[in-house]
Structures are given as C-alpha cells and as structure tokens.
C-alpha cells in the first residue's frame, strides 16, 4: 500500500508567477484534501475533492484551484503569485470523503516566492 | 480560521515522563482527530475520536474528549526522544463540509 505522494518537495516562484503541485492519493483513496500551512501556524483548509469534483472551499481566492483526475491524483494551482503564498502546501486523502476517518497526507512541497 | 487551540504552546519534558496536551474548541463537531508533524513535514495521524466517545486508546497514546466544555486532551505516556514533533488537533464538523480545521499545535521537546 503506497502513501501519498507529492511533487516537488521544494519550488521557488517568483511573485506574479503561476504554478502546479501534484498529489497521488493513497490507494484506494477517493477524496483529497489541499491544506496551506505558513511557518508556524497550523494547517489551513485549501479545498477537498471526490470523484473529481470539489465538494468543500476554504476561505482562500479563486486563483487557488485545482483538479482531480479518475486515479484520484490531484493539482493545485496557485495563479499570481504573491509573497504570502510562501508556505508548506500538504495534500491529504481519505476513503468516503473523510467521515469518521483519518487523513493520510503526504510530506508537503515547500513553496517560495521571491 | 483556526478553531482549535492546544495549549500549551511549547512543552519540554525528560524521557519516560508522561506529556499532555490540550485543545479547545469552538463550535460542534463530528470528530475530532490528533496528529504528529516532525520538523515542518508531513502530518501523520495518531487518534481520532468521535463526538460520542469519551475516551480512546492507542498504545502509548490516550485521548480524551469533553463535548459540554469543547475541550480534549492527549496524554502520551513514558515519552521517547522520537515523541519530539509538533501535535495538532483538528476537528471535523458535521454536514457535507469535510474539512478539517486545525488549531496552531504544541511543540514537545523530548530531552534524552
């Protein structure tokens, strides 16, 4: 049984600049979960995906989005870069949407924008 | 938002003492869950607990939870260098919304 996986585990971006994080779910896992976590702080609720459609938002802008593809991997994009987009973005998934159980995440892509 | 809140922030103990963390809460909840991150990685989960559990456990890891005071408490027991990382809580609100909101953790140091 393979864990979460992420690519790339380190990214610096410059402001202004576009970019794409990638997720391969746990298998058997049907739900991912985006988080955004600054230096510090706890993890914050990016959006969460099931069967390739988002099925929850947090309080971040439209220029974060994201995908889910039929092997249940994931994307984020983060559009227009700014300095505070600096942070630890951690994937996570789950079986049947999370309820009433644990999250498996991945080991996080370090992202910084210059 | 951040809706937990452990305390204490940062805790330091020797090995083999028992730490305990707290987290506090705002509104109701489906689940509440604990996880370890070590060194700003990924989070690993330890324990969840439902909203009609009291208390739970899981080796060396006991969890309890109070619904009436919003509050839960992790207590790890004859703690090991390898217990040092930063412990969250995170809750799960019921409905269709399954996000987890987490609170801002406490470090525990682990002193050989």
């Known amino acids: 049984e393979t864990g979460v996986t992420q690519s790339p585990t380190h990214l610096i971006k410059t402001r202004g600049q576009q970019v794409t994080l990638r997720c391969s779910s746990q298998?058997?896992?049907?739900?991912v979960s985006w988080y955004q976590q600054a230096l510090g702080q706890g993890p914050q609720f990016i959006f969460q995906?099931?069967?390739?459609?988002?099925?929850g938002r947090g309080n971040f802008p439209p220029r974060f989005s994201g995908l889910q593809f039929p092997n249940y991997s994931s994307e984020l994009n983060v559009n227009a870069l700014e300095l505070d987009d600096s942070a630890l973005y951690l994937c996570a998934s789950s079986g049947n949407r999370g309820q009433n159980y644990g999250y498996t995440f991945g080991s996080g892509t370090r992202l910084t924008v210059v | 938002s951040q809706q937990g809140e452990e305390d204490p922030q940062a805790l330091s103990i020797q090995e083999g003492e028992n730490a305990t963390m707290n987290c506090s809460y705002k509104?109701?909840?489906?689940?509440l869950q604990w996880y370890r991150q070590n060194s700003g990685r990924g989070l690993v989960h330890l324990i969840l607990?439902?909203?009609?559990?009291r208390e739970k456990h899981s080796g060396r890891l006991r969890v309890t939870l109070d619904t009436s005071k919003k509050s839960s408490s992790l207590l790890i027991t004859a703690s090991r260098a390898a217990d040092t990382a930063s412990y969250f809580c995170a809750t799960r609100s019921g409905g269709s919304n399954y996000k987890l909101t987490f609170g801002k953790g406490t470090l525990l140091t682990v002193n050989p």
């Open positions: 298998s058997g896992h049907n739900t």
């Open positions: 995906y099931y069967r390739e459609e988002e099925n």
């Open positions: 607990i439902r909203s009609n559990e």
């Open positions: 509104t109701s909840i489906n689940n």
